[in-house]
């Protein structure tokens, strides 16, 4: 079974500064999506920024990117700019076909 | 373009009692997810539809759980009797369809059980 981890429970930036999340997965499939979700205190999921696997260039939507290595299984959002609008919780997730698996999340708090 | 509508937004129970979850997703999605999400942690899937069928509910404890897609659009997902433990909270979501597109998520449903 495909699994992700997300080692850093919590992360704190200061607002206008940058911020890296980081996301390791498993899997022995070699097509396969990953996404980093935003969940506010409203619960609502927001898709941040997706990567297909088979592209190398890596994905950028205005201030959030990645850094997907492949052979490395890692997939690290970086978030610029940090407004205070970012604090959230964040996943990062893995999908292949329908199945969709998520990791256990990490915590963003901006300072202003 | 309306989103994955989910109801109710909030639920108190006793341990031991039922309660049933309601998911209207995006016109036209085929896949359907039920996602629990205890507190702290990820979201955890529980059973996917396409359409009106069962893909995955490895997960589903079906002896307390039960989730059913009529006519392959709303789902419903059932817990009886419940347990303190099942206190969480319940995400809907959908997609197009299984190769890789996106899911839309749904505002869930927190249950407490008390």
């Known amino acids: 079974a495909q699994t992700v981890t997300q080692s850093q429970p919590e992360m704190s930036v200061q607002e206008a500064e940058t911020v890296t999340l980081s996301c390791t997965y498993d899997t022995s499939e070699s097509d396969y999506y990953l996404f980093w979700y935003k969940q506010p205190p409203s619960r609502q999921m927001i898709l941040v920024i997706r990567?297909?696997?088979?592209?190398?260039q890596n994905a950028t939507e205005n201030r959030f990117s990645v850094n997907f290595q492949k052979a490395a299984k890692s997939f690290s959002l970086k978030i610029s700019d940090s407004q205070l609008g970012d604090a959230a919780m964040y996943f990062c997730a893995y999908r292949r076909g329908g199945d969709m698996r998520f990791g256990a999340g990490t915590r963003l708090t901006v300072k202003p | 373009e309306a989103g994955v509508a989910q109801s109710p937004r909030y639920k108190i129970i006793e341990k031991r009692q039922s309660v049933a979850f309601w998911c209207n997703p995006i016109?036209?999605?085929?896949?359907l997810y039920w996602y629990q999400q205890i507190l702290g942690q990820g979201p955890k899937l529980l059973i996917q539809?396409?359409?009106?069928?069962?893909?995955?509910d490895s997960q589903l404890p079906k002896d307390r759980f039960s989730a059913e897609r009529l006519k392959g659009v709303d789902s419903t997902l059932k817990i009886q009797p419940a347990k303190l433990e099942d206190s969480a909270v319940y995400l809907c979501?959908?997609?197009?369809?299984?190769?890789?597109?996106?899911?839309?998520f749904g505002q869930g449903t927190r249950l407490t059980v008390v």
């Open positions: 990567q297909e696997a088979y592209k190398q």
């Open positions: 979501a959908s997609s197009l369809g299984q190769m890789n597109t996106e899911a839309f």
């Open positions: 539809f396409q359409n009106n069928g069962v893909v995955d």
């Open positions: 016109s036209g999605h085929a896949t």
